[in-house]
């Protein structure tokens, strides 16, 4: 017992050391480089709420197992929690990729103030090295810009896929709606959720149905919503399917919840996920732009 009593003892003392040290480290690193230290303080508050994360989806994981819970029964924020992680669909399943990507991290990191090192990384590869656990805030909306931009240089060719699809359609009237809806939003207009809900049954069947598309088609749409294009085409169909679903159960279980109770954060994620770049936008426009997104997705089947 009292060899057990010292051993504590002992531990004890050099945790408070190693305590006392890391605090005179971080007074210095603030002290001399301020750039660094806000790097320092990004990257160790980014860990904590990694493993906060892991510990999370853990909890959630096992309340399903225990109740018997599907994924379709869950609150929409533990829903929108375990999206990006189920059955690893998406090639920006976030989290998944996350992990891995921070294991080197760590790995780098183990040795004593060898995280100074990891703060280098973070300083000059930020985006291309490091998670979005470390990234500042002003990385996360200038990475996040980024991303879109990428997206939204692809949003003319789902546009022309659509509309070269659409001159196969076998009814006159519906055809010629869909051709004028395309033609407005490449003269840069927004249509209205009316009118895409009018020509909703062109989407059931060739050669607009998901498993007709033409494989450039399903490419586009893949790019658009960050998911692999390297895979045959039965199974790029098959993760754009699995993955638009999954936007599907959100959707409903986000009108469940309603969008008052969501914080800004949560709707921004929400539009950011849905096409709409909300790094710039303020709650009330989150808020009316999901207002008609939920309209038009909720109705469909």
């Given at each position: 017992l009292s060899t057990k009593a010292g051993s504590r003892s002992v531990l004890a003392a050099l945790v408070s050391k190693a305590k006392h040290i890391n605090g005179r480290y971080e007074r210095f690193l603030e002290r001399t480089f301020p750039r660094f230290y806000v790097l320092y303080a990004t990257f160790t508050k980014g860990i904590q709420a990694l493993?906060?994360?892991?510990?999370?989806?853990?909890?959630?994981?096992?309340?399903?197992?225990?109740?018997?819970?599907?994924?379709?029964?869950?609150?929409?924020?533990?829903?929108?929690?375990?999206r990006q992680v189920r059955h690893g669909r998406a090639r920006d399943a976030q989290f998944r990729r996350d992990v891995i990507k921070a294991i080197p991290i760590g790995v780098i990191a183990i040795p004593p103030f060898a995280n100074f090192l990891v703060i280098v990384l973070m300083y000059f590869f930020?985006?291309?090295?490091?998670?979005?656990?470390?990234?500042?805030?002003?990385?996360?909306?200038?990475?996040?810009?980024?991303?879109?931009?990428?997206?939204?240089?692809?949003?003319?060719?789902?546009?022309?896929?659509?509309?070269?699809?659409?001159?196969s359609l076998p009814e006159?009237?519906?055809?010629?709606?869909?051709?004028?809806?395309?033609?407005?939003?490449?003269?840069?207009?927004?249509?209205?959720?009316?009118?895409?809900?009018?020509?909703?049954?062109?989407?059931?069947?060739?050669?607009l149905g998901?498993?007709?598309?033409?494989?450039?088609?399903?490419?586009?749409?893949?790019?658009?919503?960050?998911?692999?294009?390297?895979l045959p085409?039965?199974?790029?169909?098959?993760?754009?399917?699995?993955?638009?679903?999954?936007?599907?159960?959100?959707?409903?279980?986000?009108?469940?919840?309603?969008?008052?109770?969501?914080?800004?954060?949560?709707?921004?994620?929400a539009c950011y996920l849905r096409g709409l770049n909300s790094t710039h936008l303020g709650m009330s426009e989150c808020r009316a732009w999901l207002e008609q997104w939920l309209g038009l997705s909720c109705k469909l089947q």
């Amino acid at each position: 017992l009292s060899t057990k009593a010292g051993s504590r003892s002992v531990l004890a003392a050099l945790v408070s050391k190693a305590k006392h040290i890391n605090g005179r480290y971080e007074r210095f690193l603030e002290r001399t480089f301020p750039r660094f230290y806000v790097l320092y303080a990004t990257f160790t508050k980014g860990i904590q709420a990694l493993f906060l994360e892991v510990k999370e989806i853990r909890k959630i994981k096992s309340n399903m197992s225990r109740q018997r819970l599907s994924v379709q029964q869950l609150p929409y924020r533990e829903m929108e929690r375990l999206r990006q992680v189920r059955h690893g669909r998406a090639r920006d399943a976030q989290f998944r990729r996350d992990v891995i990507k921070a294991i080197p991290i760590g790995v780098i990191a183990i040795p004593p103030f060898a995280n100074f090192l990891v703060i280098v990384l973070m300083y000059f590869f930020p985006r291309q090295l490091l998670i979005r656990y470390f990234w500042t805030p002003s990385q996360q909306v200038e990475f996040l810009d980024t991303y879109d931009g990428i997206r939204r240089d692809l949003y003319p060719d789902v546009v022309e896929s659509l509309a070269l699809a659409a001159r196969s359609l076998p009814e006159p009237q519906l055809q010629k709606r869909l051709q004028e809806l395309c033609a407005e939003v490449q003269r840069g207009s927004q249509p209205r959720v009316a009118q895409l809900y009018a020509v909703r049954s062109l989407f059931s069947g060739s050669p607009l149905g998901l498993n007709k598309l033409q494989v450039s088609h399903v490419k586009a749409l893949s790019q658009v919503l960050f998911l692999t294009t390297h895979l045959p085409a039965f199974f790029l169909r098959h993760r754009l399917r699995s993955h638009v679903l999954e936007i599907r159960q959100l959707d409903r279980a986000m009108l469940r919840l309603g969008l008052g109770q969501l914080s800004e954060e949560e709707l921004k994620a929400a539009c950011y996920l849905r096409g709409l770049n909300s790094t710039h936008l303020g709650m009330s426009e989150c808020r009316a732009w999901l207002e008609q997104w939920l309209g038009l997705s909720c109705k469909l089947q």
